[in-house]
């Protein structure tokens, strides 16, 4: 069998990350399906059983996900009838329901499950290590788009 060939792409950071993600997206939508949840709309609702009342800003940023995205998840969650919004002023503050708060430890097995599944092919150590260089590095990027004045170009 003759070995696979490379191209540039394969020293390519964007491509290889963007590819090494729709990987791991795949091993996550297999681990959340069975609850009838994206992996994104699971991550939001770890954050709102972890902070009840969070503001759609605060998600935001954390799930390094702009406002409008953030909107149409807390639009679908809502419709589901896993999280509450509630006003305060000016403010919208977001709140598990009792039937997301039902499915806390499957939403958190599921998430444990893909853990295990990604450590077990990349190795935990390594595993562990990709995931905080990746957030470093993400971090990096995101510092240098905040030092911009003009974010459309980097040079």
């Given at each position: 069998?003759?070995a696979?060939?490379?191209?540039?792409l394969?020293t390519?950071?964007?491509?290889?990350?963007?590819?090494?993600?729709?990987q791991?997206l795949?091993?996550?939508?297999?681990?959340?399906?069975p609850?009838?949840?994206?992996?994104?709309?699971?991550?939001?609702?770890?954050?709102?059983?972890?902070?009840?009342?969070?503001g759609?800003?605060?998600?935001?940023?954390?799930?390094?996900?702009?406002?409008?995205?953030?909107?149409?998840?807390?639009?679908?969650?809502?419709k589901?009838?896993l999280?509450a919004?509630?006003?305060?002023?000016?403010?919208?503050?977001?709140?598990?329901?009792?039937?997301?708060?039902?499915?806390?430890t499957a939403?958190?097995?599921?998430?444990?499950?893909?853990?295990?599944r990604?450590?077990?092919?990349?190795?935990?150590?390594s595993?562990?290590?990709?995931?905080?260089?990746?957030?470093?590095?993400?971090?990096?990027?995101?510092?240098n788009?905040?030092?911009?004045?003009?974010?459309e170009?980097?040079?």
């Amino acid at each position: 069998m003759e070995a696979p060939k490379h191209n540039f792409l394969d020293t390519c950071l964007f491509f290889s990350t963007n590819a090494f993600s729709r990987q791991l997206l795949k091993l996550a939508e297999i681990e959340f399906k069975p609850l009838k949840l994206s992996p994104a709309h699971a991550s939001l609702l770890l954050l709102v059983f972890d902070t009840p009342g969070i503001g759609p800003k605060e998600l935001s940023r954390l799930l390094h996900l702009t406002p409008s995205t953030i909107t149409r998840f807390i639009d679908s969650l809502a419709k589901k009838k896993l999280v509450a919004r509630k006003s305060k002023g000016k403010s919208v503050l977001i709140f598990p329901t009792q039937k997301s708060l039902d499915m806390q430890t499957a939403i958190a097995m599921a998430y444990k499950r893909l853990y295990l599944r990604y450590s077990q092919i990349l190795g935990a150590t390594s595993a562990m290590d990709l995931s905080h260089r990746i957030s470093k590095a993400n971090e990096q990027i995101m510092e240098n788009f905040d030092n911009q004045e003009d974010n459309e170009t980097l040079f």
